[in-house]
């Protein structure tokens, strides 16, 4: 039996939102649900009909929100952009001052700063809550990352906290064993309040680029794994899958695993060997990419991931390219087993770095958009639910806990530890790919970036001799304060070089 008012509504049954919807539902929360479409919204209804919270449809705008219990709590799953903006527009004339909206999407964290802006006026709340962990994640438990009006956060917080992923307190890995009307009970949740307006949505985008990162490097060790030591598929399925009872423990490794041994339903050969090598993306490591080199903050990695993707997209010109272009001959001839443990400790190693260059940018964003971000809890609630959740996020907590003003995640002791004693072989695998032509671009720029920041100087000193030289752009001193400007009076054909 429904009560008179949910606590709560959905617009959007596309597969997150009804998956979302359903989630909530679960966990004992009454659920009105809205589509543009209102065949969807019912058909979703009637195939749902006993949810412990239960689950209510509405054919109108109007009608839905008459259903909810005041304050309002709207969740809107759409496309992000002018989509999500459409939704809001219609919604506000039937909504009471105080009400919540709350964006669920992969929205750019400058629109939900701005959207945040334009309801408050208005005298709406609005939170932009980062959601990963797909359409499983969405059903059985997402890493839930919620940015806003903190007295909006206060009004949802219970929804968000019984809906998220949990793990374990002592170990911090993720409980499983959720199944429809059967939520997981117990367990630390993998939500908390991330910051003030777009701060939400921001730390889900730069989520989104370090999972561009962990992806191309897992593709990469496939690759080199692949290309020199002749491994099959099958074979590689079950080093990936023994990687992931250590240090690499993650939901990509997981998953990478089960793919290499899937077969082809049609033809009966490796399933791999029959997907196109063309890869698609959806913006967030581009954003992620781009507000980096905005900020200028170093963040290689992902975009090495990124334009890896850009690079695969050229397909008919790389096939025309490779009767053309010759790279190195010869074949390798080392350790099948020593080149295991080579590759893995260079995904080890450029996965540190990868993530020590995300936090690096969200240490930016704060200072930038004046929020107050806590890294470890960030990285607490990626333990579990979200797609990048690894065993290795327990040690970024740790090292957060350890000392909250970290600036960098390679000057933590046990990070700094770890690479010290895996470098060795990071370094053989770039140069044995290098060696034999094979493309590593996430691994390359991984220990660039090592070895840029570990360095007391770098060649910036020539680079801006000629900056001032071609442009009177100024330059710093070695003998002189930090912040002081010269310039020098630069020798020209004809011209006497300055004494000053």
Known sequence: MLKPLSDIGLVGLAVMGQNLALNIADHGFQITVYNRTTETMEKFVAENPDTPGGLAGAATLAEFVLSLSRPRKIIILVKAGGPTDAVINSLLPLLDAGDI???GGNALWTDTIRREKELAVKGFRFVGSGVSGGEEGARFGPSLMPG????????IKDIWMAIAAKVDAA???PLMGATPGNPVVGGVPCT?????????HYVKMVHNGIEYGDMQMICESYDILRKLGGFSPAELSKIFGEWNTGKLDSFLIEITADILQQTDPETGAPFVDIVLDAAGQKGTGKWTSVNALDMGVPAPTVAEAVFARCLSAVKEERVAASTQLMGPAGAWTGNRDQLVQAVHDALYCSKICSYAQGFQLMSAAQIEYKWSLHFGEIAKIWRGGCIIRAAFLQKITEAYELNPGLANLLLDPFFK???EHAQSNWRQVIALAATHGIPAPTFYSALSYYDGYRSATVPANLLQAQRDYFGAHTYERTDKPRGEAF????P???RPQSKV
């Open 148 to 155: 806003g009006d903190p007295s909006a956060y206060d009004e």
């Open 492 to 494: 020209k054909p004809g």
């Open 487 to 490: 310039h020098l009076d630069w």
């Open 192 to 200: 908390t309040h991330i910051g003030l307006n777009g701060a939400g």
């Open 171 to 173: 170990t911090g890995k």
């Open 417 to 419: 530890n770890e690479i």
């Open 101 to 103: 909206i709350i964006d």
